[in-house]
């Protein structure tokens, strides 16, 4: 039974930094970051698989980096020059699928408890 648990959130002003960290009690074969804001959906962040190879959204590239520790199983989202609109409730999950890097919701079937990330301006 995989079990994932989050930390790091908090709250921090506009052009702040975070880091987001993930642990695995288990094997992986893919990781993700998915956030959801009041009122809309879910949507990926970033994902890397087992060899390091990532993909992230559009509204993050260049200013999130997903990295992962394999030796202490644990997954990471450094976030630097935070915005306002990245305030979200911020999800650890993983997913066992080969299209782990469409970020699709369906395709993680483990998920964290969430973080919360507030980004005043």
């Known amino acids: 039974q995989l079990q994932l648990v989050e930390s790091g959130g908090g709250s921090v002003q506009a052009g702040g930094s975070l880091r987001l960290s993930c642990a695995a009690s288990g094997y992986t074969y893919s990781m993700g970051w998915f956030r959801q804001a009041p009122g809309k959906e879910r949507e990926g962040v970033a994902a890397?698989?087992?060899?390091?190879?990532?993909v992230y959204a559009d509204s993050v590239k260049g200013r999130f980096t997903i990295s992962k520790d394999n030796a202490e199983n644990t997954l990471y989202l450094q976030m630097n020059n935070l915005k306002p609109e990245d305030t979200a409730m911020y999800y650890c999950?993983?997913?066992?699928?080969?299209?782990?890097?469409?970020?699709?919701?369906?395709?993680?079937?483990?998920w964290g408890q969430g973080t919360q990330v507030t980004v005043s301006s």
């Open positions: 890397t698989d087992s060899v390091g190879t990532s």
């Open positions: 999950a993983a997913s066992f699928t080969g299209t782990w890097y469409a970020m699709l919701v369906a395709d993680f079937h483990y």
